[in-house]
């Protein structure tokens, strides 16, 4: 939140928290990037977690890219120039967890 308030450039990759709470400030006059990944165990106030679907679903060469352009911005023109903030939100179900390799909890039966 301070990053954003203050202008900083801000690459923020989230996890299953919400982001009202967690994430970087919407506003600011610096530029930013978010990742994000919404699951079906989203959101959560777990402090730690064994799967962590939310994160290891964000692909890392697409972070990589923003921190290289916000980088790449070395002057103050070059910042404005860039947008405020870039949202990449993706959204995944336990079927598509399962596409990607992922072990996902067994379906509940009523029974």
Sequence with gaps: HLARAWGVPLVSVTGGEPE???????GGPGPGA???TDVP???CLKWACDDLY??????????AEAV???LAADTPAKR??????????RRLSWD???AEGFTVPLPVVAG
Excluded: M, S
Excluded at 20 to 26: E, V
Excluded at 54 to 63: G, H, S
Excluded at 80 to 87: K, T, Y
């Design 80 to 89: 404005a120039a860039l947008p405020r903030q870039v949202r990449r939100v």
């Design 68 to 70: 290289a352009r916000l």
């Design 54 to 63: 939310c994160l290891k679903t964000i692909p890392a060469e697409d972070v």
């Design 20 to 26: 009202t709470r967690w994430g970087p400030h919407p």
């Design 41 to 43: 165990c989203a959101p």
């Design 96 to 98: 598509d967890l399962a």
């Design 34 to 36: 978010v990742f994000r």
